[in-house]
């Protein structure tokens, strides 16, 4: 996928009105003016930015319910912002991004504050621990932690509705196999549509 394919893509198959594609472009040009002060994306990504980061991102999209507004999407370990910025943007949810380094949850607080989406996304600054309980209808995790303590730590903000989202990269299958059967019965694997040898984890419950 070339960087004007993963462009429309968005275009065809997301709602993106021309407010909305500003904010995007805003937010990666917060992004690359970042990439000086501290290391968010690789060099390498970064030259295939549309393609391995947002839309890598939004295709989680695809398989969340629609959101009307007061929904809640946990996004863990969100680093850069991926998914946690690009769903805010592209969704309806309310997006609770969890990450603990400092210097990245202090540029996610800048990126919310000059898109003007502080009505839609907050930051908890701290490690998932620290986080007071509270249930959340679809939680994602792009990079945070091997399978089994993933679901160790996040469990307790779940329901039985919630929407688990959970690329993998090429360990998506080995990981669920890993799994107690009881768990493994949770999920399936979807192909990623930016890499055709990785895999998402969707699960519910």
Known sequence: MTEKEAQDWLRTNIDVSRETWQQLEDFLALLADEMVHQNLISKLSAEHIWERHVVDSAQLLLFAPKAEGNEIWMDLGTGAGFPGIVVAILSDYVVQMVESRGRRSAFLETVVNKLGLTEKAMIYGDRLENVESHAVDVISARAFAPLPKLLSLSHRFST??????????????????????????????????????????????
Do not use: Y
């Open 160 to 205: 039985e509705k919630t929407v688990w989202l959970l690329p993998k990269g090429k360990n998506a299958v080995r990981e669920l196999k890993g799994l107690s059967p009881k768990r493994q019965k949770m999920f399936h694997v979807e192909q990623s549509l930016t890499d055709p040898e990785a895999g998402i984890l969707v699960g519910i419950g």
